[in-house]
């Protein structure tokens, strides 16, 4: 049935005046909120449960809500709401004795269930201050919008635009509520069904006596106090057991979360409860104060709450404030709310503290909330979360500060977002193990910086352009992540990167990290590079550079590739930004079972260089004209050793050459040089490695062997007269020995 208000009925004036605002004005405005209760309770006691207010603009004020009923849809006929408000002359309504700037209130209160509001325009006290206390007033954050609290549950908030609020536009929480208390604690358990029992740990906790249910409840929820509103319980869960009022046991619901929804057996008058706790029976709870800082309130929380299609602005602190259970938010545009700035967009003065927001959790808890598919623009932090499980996708955030913000939240789906010029960042917690999946995510602008140590589960399939990761966290599984002009900073050692790509300058940053770091596997890189400094050794490995490579340091580094392929025409496989600056380095470069394509540039370009390993690779030159410095280029030479083993290197249709001239160690076995020669060596080249297993290539010609053998065991075969012959010695040319 619908219910179109009759305004004169109710005592109801269209209109909004103008400041100054007289007496007349604010008993004008009480006296709307009066008729529009008096409508809405009319309403339901005639079992309406559509109830629309005739479309106008509608003047309200502090401190009387409007109360919402149960089971109706308050249609507002996208009316306008305004509070009138003054922060220099007192309202008459103001009894208190409190500075003027601090007289607030709420604006629409919502204790009912399945009670829906839609097309209204609210706007709220910030326009109508005159922030002449500007420093004190910048602190105020008293006044709210639309409140839910204890027992609005099934409810929602539908295409509405509200702005102006020194608090929240939207707060969901428990407040108001009615609680009942919880008595005391003793050490023991309660077997399964509800007798006391001794338990076999020192910490089970269970009710000292029964807890009487209130009159009329239908079910209730446990909270904790304070800053702690999951309880102080360790686990976060209990046990509760129902009785008949003769004391009879009827049953028992085991594993409960603090802060679910408990719903009450029929003929129930009494409870009992038990909790693991931390070997004390009440946490050291100040007197007056429940054990463990739980509180039991009738009908729980406000639950399973919609917020749709809604534009929510230009509020001080925040936009949506969540401090309950299943909430659905999405379709919304946040903007211009919470901004990290001294001003907003219309020059008003901005909240004082770190927490601006749109949506946020603060000091309580949201478990199993939805955030799908909002818009948030121009927002200090656009979503800030914690508690048991919430998920955050397809939202789109545009110049916030944090796009998210996580503190302790145990669960977390992130996915399909995009973040534009907005940052994800983490409070740091310590030795926090976070199942959170970070998945498809696009980040244009800014990127993910967290803090703090433990685990994150993983950060797969995500995009970064021009933006950055860093995090000393370490990352479960970081995989197939995409990095463009973007920048990853290795803090966390056992973090792998796992499949990811890199293109047009994009870096992997290796700074000051002690040990080896062998956690780039299977990457391809594009004009990118690998840069480590002051650090110890970095392997990359099963990975394609193309154009890429090792930037190389300060400090004396391995960097190793190994069963790579590199595709470098224009640029060598290691390099350093500034050379010249750093000068003679110690550095060693490693390549293993790799594939390397070269043009006219050489594998290292750097001053003095310490030490060059290549084993089993292939290394080819395209060129068309002869080149000399195949190894290194710039200034000096491989200072310390160069070792070449089971490899190939080429060059065409130019030749290739390096002057091996004052290397103090040369180790060449078993490779294949075509139109590749070192030249000038300045010491004894040692052609095999007795401490290393090599298949050895035998020597050839076309005649028997004449010179003396290097090692027992070389092969040699005559070509012609088709003999082997095989080394039983190295003194001279008769230690050759016919095999056949």
């Known amino acids: 049935m619908i219910y179109e208000i009759e305004l004169i009925r109710w005592g109801i004036t269209k209109g909004i005046p103008s400041k100054p605002y007289t007496s007349q004005n604010y008993i004008t405005a009480n006296n709307n909120i009066t008729g529009i209760n008096n409508a809405l309770s009319w309403a339901k006691d005639n079992n309406y449960n559509y ?65 829906h509001i839609i097309n209204l325009k609210l706007i709220g006290d910030r326009v109508d201050r005159s922030w002449r206390n500007l420093s004190s007033e910048r602190m105020v954050d008293i006044t709210t919008g639309i409140k839910f609290g204890s027992g609005s549950d099934r409810s929602s908030v539908r295409n509405c635009n509200l702005s102006y609020y020194m608090g929240d536009a939207i707060y969901l929480s428990y407040s108001p509520y009615s609680s009942f208390d919880i008595g005391t604690m003793e050490f023991g358990d309660m077997n399964t069904i509800g007798s006391p029992v001794i338990s076999p740990s020192s910490k089970t906790l269970r009710s000292t006596n029964f807890i009487p249910l209130p009159y009329d409840i239908t079910s209730f929820t446990m909270i904790g106090l304070g800053y702690a509103p999951t309880t102080t319980i360790p686990s976060g869960m209990y046990n509760v057991y129902f009785y008949k009022s003769d004391n009879t046991f009827i049953v028992r619901k085991t594993n409960v979360r603090t802060r679910d929804l408990v719903n009450i057996p029929k003929y129930a008058t009494k409870i009992k409860l038990t909790w693991e706790g931390n070997g004390t029976v009440d946490d050291g709870c100040l007197p007056g104060n429940p054990p463990y800082w739980a509180l039991l309130l009738k009908n729980g929380i406000s639950d399973n709450v919609i917020i749709e299609y809604n534009e929510i602005h230009r509020c001080h602190r925040g936009a949506l404030f969540l401090g309950t259970n299943n909430v659905l938010i999405r379709k919304n545009y946040f903007h211009d709310t919470g901004v990290d700035s001294d001003t907003d967009l219309d020059g008003l003065p901005t909240f004082s503290d770190f927490t601006r927001y749109a949506i946020n959790t603060e000091d309580n808890v949201g478990q199993n909330c939805k955030i799908i598919d909002n818009v948030f623009d121009n927002v200090r932090m656009a979503i800030a979360l914690r508690g048991e499980f919430n998920e955050v996708s397809s939202n789109e955030f545009r110049n916030c500060t944090y796009g998210v913000f996580l503190y302790y939240l145990k669960h977390c789906l992130m996915d399909k977002n995009y973040f534009h010029y907005s940052s994800m960042g983490c409070f740091e917690y310590n030795n926090f193990d976070r199942n959170w999946i970070i998945t498809n995510n696009i980040f244009s602008g800014k990127g993910i910086s967290f803090g703090g140590s433990g685990s994150i589960s993983a950060i797969n399939n995500n995009y970064f352009y021009n933006s950055y990761f860093l995090s000393p966290i370490r990352i479960l599984s970081f995989k197939n992540n995409s990095f463009n002009n973007s920048y990853f900073q290795f803090i966390d050692t056992l973090t792998c990167i796992d499949g990811c790509s890199f293109i047009n300058n994009s870096t992997i940053k290796i700074i000051s990290i002690l040990g080896v770091i062998d956690k780039i596997i299977r990457c391809n890189f594009v004009n990118s590079s690998i840069l480590a400094q002051n650090s110890q050794q970095v392997i990359v490995r099963e990975s394609l550079l193309k154009e890429s490579g090792f930037i190389y340091s300060t400090g004396k580094i391995t960097y190793t590739l190994s069963n790579c392929k590199v595709e470098n025409t224009n640029r060598p496989v290691i390099n350093s930004y500034t050379p010249l600056d750093i000068g003679l380095v110690s550095h060693i470069l490693e390549i293993k079972d790799c594939t390397i394509s070269l043009g006219k540039n050489a594998i290292i370009s750097s001053m003095d260089w310490g030490k060059l390993i290549i084993h089993q690779s292939t290394i080819s030159y395209n060129i068309t004209s002869n080149f000399t410095t195949a190894l290194l280029d710039i200034y000096g030479n491989i200072k310390d050793a160069l070792e070449i083993k089971n490899s190939t290197i080429s060059s065409s249709p130019a030749s290739a050459s390096h002057s091996i001239n004052g290397i103090k160690n040369i180790i060449l076995v078993d490779n294949i040089f075509s139109n590749f020669s070192l030249l000038n060596a300045s010491t004894t080249i040692e052609t095999f490695d007795s401490t290393m297993p090599y298949i050895r290539i035998p020597d050839t010609g076309n005649t028997s062997p004449t010179s003396i053998p290097m090692y027992i065991g070389q092969m040699y075969i005559d070509t012609t007269s088709k003999k082997i012959y095989q080394a039983v010695g190295t003194s001279s040319s008769g230690d050759w020995v016919a095999l056949n």
């Open 51 to 115: 109830v629309s207010l005739p479309k106008g603009e509608y003047s309200i004020c502090y401190p009387k809500p409007i109360l919402t009923q149960p089971n109706m849809t308050i249609d507002f006929n996208f009316s306008t709401l305004k509070v009138i408000y003054d922060s220099d002359t007192r309202s008459p309504l103001d009894t208190s004795t409190n500075p003027i700037y601090l007289f607030g209130g709420t604006s629409i209160l919502c204790t009912t269930s399945n009670t």
